[in-house]
């Protein structure tokens, strides 16, 4: 149960994290209920795991609390100690909160509610994954078909006259993912990737869906004399890509050309940053990560920071923290979250919603 101030609105929100039951047998276990499932190796950034969806404006001090539970049949076939075939059927489709509501996209645009697809089994979400776990590497090959749970929006309807107004709404896309991942220790290095084929279709005539990519991380993990660090390469490469074309006002003393020119940039300006949102405005997309850790005092005191750079889009995000383990039962929390981007980029909006100074504190029973 949650209650108090969400973005200048009065809430009670009661969320149920995880609620499932189901039988473990020595070859076969099967589980039904909301629950929630990590697919891939590598740390933040995943590119195979497309099952549960996040609340990204949930604002928390550990952002694994914005992951949210999905309701799905998961079933797991050992062939052996090293190897098992995991399988999941997620009958109705559960979105992530992006809430592009709050963003600043202009005085004249509002957003609709959006609207689920229909409970039907063609809408259902299915995926596998063989995961082998040996001595000296781990690694799986995955699969998921289904509707992603990170979406975009569509132009709904731009009336220019005589008041401009643009309404736009949330839509929602299937695609295919072909993936894997390995896990590799070198000494007292790990390596990791992860990297998956994301496919999808009807791309070239609709805004809110990405084209087909390739999404790929690669990262290692090293302690350096007690500070656990992790860099990360996140990378993209979108498939079919085609810049979009900047419009031409072609007569600027003729009021329909006028008119044509303006809702011709709205729609220009709107793919546009559907694009920012999958990363998708360049054809390549090149990121880094770095988190760093590190613990005193016996351990009851903590200290992290995580930094974000994204070399195409110039945006950055920089997360410092400490905690502080009270009890065995009581922790304390203190960071700040600042990003950062050009203008008009989605850190830049996403910032003015986002960015601040965060304190809590967590009782486990």
């Known amino acids: 149960m949650i209650e108090g101030y969400f973005f200048d609105e009065h809430k009670s929100i009661l969320r149920l994290k995880e609620a499932y ?20 190796r590598t740390d933040g950034f995943n590119p195979v795991n497309n099952i549960n969806p996040v609340d990204y404006f949930f604002l928390t001090p550990d952002p694994d609390d914005q992951i949210l539970s999905t ?10 100690f090293q190897t098992e075939l995991e399988t999941l059927i997620i009958p109705v489709y559960n979105p992530s909160i992006y809430r592009y509501n709050l963003f600043d996209m202009g005085e004249n645009a509002v957003f609709n509610n959006a609207v689920l697809p229909s409970s039907k089994f063609s809408n259902s979400s299915f995926a596998a994954r063989i995961k082998t776990e040996l001595p ?22 731009i009336q220019l006259f005589p008041v401009t107004e643009i309404t736009y709404q949330p839509d ?5 993912t072909i993936g894997g991942d390995f896990e590799l220790p070198v000494k007292k290095w790990i390596l990791r990737m992860e ?11 609709n805004m809110h869906i990405p084209n087909p990519d390739l999404y790929y991380v ?9 500070c656990m660090a992790i860099l990360q390469y996140i990378g993209r490469y979108t498939f079919d890509f ?3 074309e900047i419009p031409v006002l072609a007569d600027p003393f003729n009021q329909q050309s006028q008119l044509q020119y303006a809702e011709e940039m709205i729609l220009y300006e709107s793919s546009l940053f559907n694009r920012k949102i999958f990363h998708q405005q360049k054809e390549r997309n090149h990121a880094f990560m770095i988190s760093l850790n590190r613990s005193f005092a016996y351990e009851t005191v903590r200290t992290e920071l995580s930094l974000y750079y994204n070399i195409t889009s110039d945006e950055y995000i920089i997360r ?14 203190l960071g700040v979250s600042l990003m950062k981007g050009p203008e008009n980029s989605i850190f830049d909006k996403a910032g003015d919603v986002l960015n601040g100074l965060f304190a809590g504190m967590k009782y486990s029973f």
């Open 21 to 40: 039951g189901g039988y473990t047998g020595k070859k076969l276990d099967l589980f039904a209920g909301n629950q929630i499932v990590s697919w891939g």
């Open 242 to 244: 085609r810049a979009l």
């Open 172 to 176: 929602f896309y299937k695609k295919n």
């Open 195 to 205: 990297a998956a084929v994301n496919i999808t279709d009807n791309y070239k005539n």
């Open 320 to 333: 410092p923290t400490l905690s502080w383990n009270i009890s065995d039962d009581l922790a304390a929390f």
């Open 71 to 80: 309701f799905m049949i998961r079933s797991k076939f050992r062939f052996s």
């Open 136 to 157: 000296s590497i781990g690694f799986s090959l995955s699969w998921f078909s289904g509707y992603d749970p990170f979406y975009g929006f569509r132009t709904e309807s």
């Open 218 to 226: 690669t990262g290692i993990e090293h302690n350096f004399r007690g």
